[in-house]
């Protein structure tokens, strides 16, 4: 069965300190993978999203980055953390060789930037 | 006006009703729908999807699509506490791959 893996679970960093989160996925082959940002109160907003290796498209302009250096790991990161920046980051998956638009998403990680 | 609307909540319920949340679209493209549900700190979890109108039944749970009214739903039956989550619907054109969001309702069964 396929699983979704991410970290860490939480983190607290200051304003303008790097970040990096990380995905996995196991027991699939070429996801469609994405990164969303959930706000307190707020609906998920897009971030990035990936159909292969080195393809990496962007849904929001901001100080955000991703990176897909392997099949199944997506990487979001960031050179200098605004405030703003805080929120529950969420990677999912898509099964694109079942041609299913349902996506399964990951624990998440909630980022606070003091 | 958005392209997935969705009644924020939160609806509180007592334990054993019946739970009705619903979403609207505007897109007429829209073909595959699905439900999510949140508990508090964690990661939506696929409740259900369909790409077509009529019902679909899932236990407690029938997820019902309107085309012609650009209408969805959810039906909880016999809700029960462990219920008590936000619910999210999810709408995709074919062959996208990106949903479009509603921004949940949250759900409160009390015992």
């Known amino acids: 069965s396929q699983t979704i893996h991410q970290w860490p679970a939480t983190l607290v960093q200051p304003v303008g300190s790097p970040l990096s989160l990380e995905c996995t996925v196991e027991?699939?082959?070429?996801?469609?993978l994405y990164w969303y940002r959930q706000a307190a109160g707020r609906g998920l907003q897009l971030l990035f999203y990936?159909?292969?290796?080195?393809?990496i498209s962007s849904e929001v302009p901001q100080n955000l980055s991703a990176s897909r250096p392997q099949d199944r790991q997506f990487i979001l990161s960031s050179k200098k953390l605004l405030l703003s920046d805080s929120g529950f980051y969420l990677c999912?998956?898509?099964?694109?060789?079942?041609?299913?638009?349902?996506?399964?998403f990951g624990p998440g990680t909630r980022l606070l930037v003091l | 006006q958005k392209e997935v609307e969705q009644d924020p909540g939160p609806l509180s319920v007592p334990e054993g009703a019946i739970v009705s949340l619903n979403c609207t679209y505007s897109?007429?493209?829209?073909?595959?729908f699905m439900w999510y549900r949140q508990y508090s700190r964690k990661g939506p979890e696929l409740l259900m999807y369909?790409?077509?109108?009529g019902n679909k039944e899932d236990g407690r749970f029938t997820a019902q699509v309107d085309k012609s009214s650009k209408y969805i739903s959810l039906f909880i039956r016999d809700s029960q506490p462990s219920d008590s989550a936000t619910y999210l619907c999810?709408?995709?054109?074919?062959?996208?791959?990106?949903?479009?969001f509603g921004r949940g309702t949250s759900l409160i069964v009390h015992p």
């Open positions: 999912a998956w898509n099964p694109l060789a079942a041609q299913q638009e349902t996506q399964y």
């Open positions: 027991g699939t082959s070429n996801p469609n």
């Open positions: 990936s159909v292969g290796i080195g393809q």
């Open positions: 897109n007429s493209a829209f073909q595959y």
């Open positions: 369909t790409y077509s109108s």
């Open positions: 999810a709408i995709t054109s074919g062959g996208s791959y990106i949903p479009t």
